[in-house]
């Protein structure tokens, strides 16, 4: 164990010593993260509107059509534009505006005159939110015949929106390291190190281990960063600590792991940086990091079940705003460490294979 915590040791001292090299492995996956975090957490701000051409029959200022563009021109989530039909179908034909709603003449009084709406195909969740808005405009009393109640346990706080993608954007900084470390170890065997840790009296899994060693140190480093950050700027509260060190130690231990096993995909430093993004991005995408599971095909939720970044998501947002306690979180962070020795047990193999 003496030569993995050394072999951990020189690592972290040549990443500390080489810039670039600590850029890519502890700042790019914060700011990656950070970035993440402030982008997908809008709802907590001023969000962007939607550009909306309306095209106003002659009457249109008569009931109802008047209520209906006064109610469309109060919802903030809409930016409203005035053209004849022929500009709102060309401006969003070129993709200038979301859609366009046209009031035609004589609606309300002639029973063949319709509202008609046409949405930009490649502008679904946009097309969705101007549905929304037109159906709430046209009977406001029957769009909302409920009364929402909050998720969250009563005397605790609702969860900022900030805190709800905090979890994934902790899951970008730890998948930046470790990409970033499954570079750094190919390129240790490319530059001749590796020859002469075989010169020395210890295994592949010694080697390995202390290639662990340095990564888990790097990423919990990450994830110290990106939950102090979360806190100062994006006003993350942390409600438990104990909840949050076992999570963060199982998610550790699975993208360690994971790195390893990465760097041994290739031979070459361009061959493991693109096999190694592009499994993370595959995991990301699968696991509900990019686009949350509700929105996938049937067949692609099944598939985010076997991907570690969706268990991950799972016990960081039990550790966070869903404050689970420990009983709740100890078979997703099971599975999270089984991924861990898995994936350290097959680098260690294709490693040992390697050398034969």
């Given at each position: ?347 260690a193999w294709r490693l040992a294979k390697e050398r034969r």
């Amino acid at each position: 164990m003496r030569a993995a915590w050394a072999i951990a040791g020189k690592d972290l001292r040549l990443l500390v010593r080489d810039r670039m090299a600590l850029f890519w492995a502890l700042v790019f996956p914060i700011l990656f993260a950070l970035f993440f975090g402030s982008v997908m957490a809008g709802d907590d701000g001023p969000r962007g509107r939607i550009d909306v051409v309306v095209v106003a029959g002659a009457g249109a200022e008569a009931e109802p059509g008047a209520s209906i563009l006064t109610r469309l021109g109060a919802n903030p989530a809409l930016a409203l534009a005035h053209r004849p039909r022929a500009e709102a179908e060309a401006a969003v034909a070129a993709g200038r505006a979301a859609a366009w709603i046209e009031v035609p003449a004589g609606y309300g009084v002639d029973p063949g005159a319709a509202l008609a709406l046409a949405v930009d195909p490649s502008r679904t969740a946009e097309g969705a939110v101007v549905r929304a808005a037109l159906a709430q405009a046209v009977a406001p009393a029957a769009t909302a015949p409920w009364r929402e109640q909050a998720v969250v346990r009563a005397g605790r706080p609702r969860p900022r929106s900030t805190e709800l993608v905090f979890p994934a954007a902790l899951l970008w900084g730890l998948m930046g390291c470790a990409a970033t470390f499954a570079v750094a170890m190919v390129a240790e065997r490319a530059g001749g190190t590796d020859l002469r840790l075989r010169a020395a009296p210890i295994g592949p899994a010694t080697v390995l281990a202390g290639k662990a060693l340095a990564a888990a140190a790097a990423s919990a480093a990450d994830l110290v960063l990106l939950l102090v950050l979360g806190w100062a700027v994006l006003s993350v509260r942390i409600p438990a600590l104990l909840p949050l060190l076992v999570a963060a130690l199982a998610v550790t231990v699975a993208f360690v792991g994971i790195s390893l096993l990465l760097s041994t995909l290739g031979r070459t430093v361009q061959g493991v940086a693109g096999a190694g993004w592009s499994t993370l991005l595959v995991l990301a995408m699968a696991g509900g990091a990019m686009v949350p599971v509700a929105f996938m095909p049937a067949w692609m939720q099944g598939v985010a079940a076997a991907s570690p970044v969706s268990w991950a998501i799972r016990v960081l947002e039990g550790a966070t705003w869903r404050q689970q306690p420990l009983a709740a979180l100890a078979g997703p962070c099971l599975v999270l460490l089984a991924i861990g020795l898995g994936t350290f047990t097959l680098a260690a193999w294709r490693l040992a294979k390697e050398r034969r």
